[in-house]
């Protein structure tokens, strides 16, 4: 089946530095990713949706400016979160798609879990 | 808006059938109905879909009823490596939306 896989599993990081998070898929073309953050307990919230060579579509309440997405090819795409802070600790999940058909399955990677001293 | 609704909790005894339901009653005609589930601190993996007939597969078997406003997740044996959060959600052409899911504990 297909796979995603991301990296790193988790950080641990300063505040104030930046961390980047890569989603790749590894047998199929992705043209869709979707990034995720999901705190304890609760479900995973979705953060963007980005296109490969477009501009990340963010969803309302998410700064696009803090958590930089890009989608440069058809099997990678980034999370950059920049100046984090212990508020961003959280875990992060990637999931990528190949083309937005409603019955396509979603392939996730394993998650981050970023911990922001 | 997840646009689905589902019990925040279900137990089940090993070994045992697990029906896991879900409610959708704003699907629209080009909706899937996709189940995910998700064991602690990893991501989502993928159960079963479907859109209007019943579906089976190695892990499961989904129930969608005639006005497709619900479904149903069935597990036929649970077993201890069941035990995780399943998410039923609509995907749509532009985004995938979870709702809170039910956490299912098997009972050994």
């Known amino acids: 089946g297909a796979v995603v896989s991301q990296h790193p599993s988790w950080v641990i990081c300063k505040s104030g530095t930046s961390v980047k998070i890569e989603c790749r898929s590894l047998d199929f073309q992705a043209t869709t990713m979707f990034w995720y953050r999901q705190f304890p307990k609760q479900s995973l919230m979705l953060m963007a949706t980005?296109?490969?060579?477009?501009?990340?579509?963010?969803e309302q309440g998410v700064e696009k400016d803090k958590f930089l997405i890009n989608h440069a090819s058809l099997t990678l795409s980034t999370l950059t979160v920049t100046s984090a802070h212990p508020e961003d600790s959280s875990f992060y999940i990637c999931s990528a798609g190949t083309g937005g058909r409603t019955n396509e399955k979603l392939f996730f990677g394993s998650g981050t879990q970023l911990s922001v001293l | 808006d997840a646009k689905t609704t589902q019990p925040n909790s279900m137990e089940s005894n090993e070994e045992e059938p697990v029906h896991l339901p879900c409610n959708h009653s704003?699907?629209?005609?080009?909706?899937?109905i996709h189940w995910y589930r998700q064991l602690p601190s990893q991501g989502p993996e993928y159960v079963i879909h479907?859109?209007?007939s019943n579906v089976n597969n190695r892990m499961a078997s989904l129930a969608i009823a005639e006005d497709r406003k619900s479904s149903t997740l069935i597990l036929h044996r649970a077993t201890l490596r069941d035990a995780a959060v399943y998410y039923c959600i609509l995907k749509t052409y532009d985004k995938v939306i979870f709702g809170p899911g039910t956490s299912l504990s098997v009972i050994p």
């Open positions: 479907g859109l209007t």
């Open positions: 704003t699907i629209s005609g080009t909706d899937y």
């Open positions: 980005s296109n490969e060579g477009s501009k990340a579509t963010y």
